[in-house]
């Protein structure tokens, strides 16, 4: 019995060892973009408004237009799985939770619009309805970030 159990034991102790070795051959997930421009959204486990975002940007046809050219990224606040991330200017690998603190989000949805170099655009934190997340995102595309405030650009949406 004692054999039996034994080697077990080293059965199990071999079975985690190989799941750790797997879990850490696996690539971070990449928010790098490759088009021009890359939106990140940090959501938060039972954010409402997260969820409504979300669904805003899979059915709202304006939405949905406007992000049409931009590669959209999620990240989750409470995670500590690996990203592989360029904001900042710098490609590193880095914990999801330390981007997100580090990107300073602190209301949910917190969304970052940023260039393909990794530079920070716009960060809007909370929520935003459809439309005027649409005119931010057209404010990115057309390049009206470089000479108009997002506020003025944002009197002018419609």
Do not use: H
């Not at 939770?97 to 602190?106: F, G, P």
């Not at 716009?122 to 649409?134: F, H, Q």
């Amino acid at each position: 019995m004692r054999r039996v159990i034994g080697l077990l034991t080293l059965f199990l102790l071999l079975l985690s060892c190989q799941q750790k070795e797997n879990k850490e051959a696996e690539q971070p997930k990449s928010l790098i973009p490759q088009k021009e421009y890359a939106v990140l959204v940090v959501e938060s486990k039972g954010c409402i408004y997260c969820a409504q975002l979300k669904k805003d940007i899979k059915t709202d046809p304006k939405l949905k237009e406007a992000l049409k050219d931009f590669d959209v990224y999620t990240l989750l606040y409470e995670s500590y799985e690996p990203v592989e991330t360029n904001i900042g200017g710098e490609r590193r690998r880095l914990p999801e939770k330390e981007l997100a603190v580090e990107l300073e989000a602190t209301s949910f949805p917190y969304v970052v619009f940023y260039d393909r170099s990794g530079n920070v655009i716009v960060k809007i934190p909370g929520y935003m309805p459809p439309d005027k997340l649409a005119c931010v995102a057209r404010y990115v595309k057309s390049g009206s970030y470089r000479t108009t405030t997002l506020q003025d650009y944002l009197k002018q949406c419609t």
